[in-house]
């Protein structure tokens, strides 16, 4: 698949969507990655996974490296969380 969208510059749009998402939707420092999407696509409708190369947000999470997962059991299937990595653990890796 064709990307459109770029990781460089630490600015990419996918990457600036998540964030916001996850000021607007955080608890206790993690916001749902279900609930982010939902976000992104009333917010930013141009922002897709697909548009860098990727099937699902957790996807573009894992692969922008700006973002720490963690699944959480709750009463039923697991939900992935996510949060941003503090500016120590960006330099790091």
């Not at 990419?12 to 998402?21: I, K, N």
């Not at 609930?35 to 548009?51: L, N």
């Not at 999470?61 to 009463?75: A, G, K, P, T, W």
Request: one cysteine or more; hydrophobic letters at 35%.
């Amino acid at each position: 698949m064709r990307r459109t969208g770029s990781w460089t510059g630490g600015a990419a749009g996918c990457v600036s969507a998540l964030r916001e998402a996850a000021l607007a939707l955080a608890v206790d420092g993690w916001a749902s990655v279900d609930a982010a999407a939902d976000w992104i696509s009333a917010q930013h409708p141009d922002q897709t996974p697909e548009k860098y190369g990727c099937r699902t947000w957790r996807q573009v999470i894992h692969e922008s490296r700006r973002f720490d997962l963690r699944y959480r059991d709750e009463d039923g299937p697991k939900k992935v969380w996510y949060q941003e990595r503090n500016k120590a653990q960006k330099a790091g890796r």
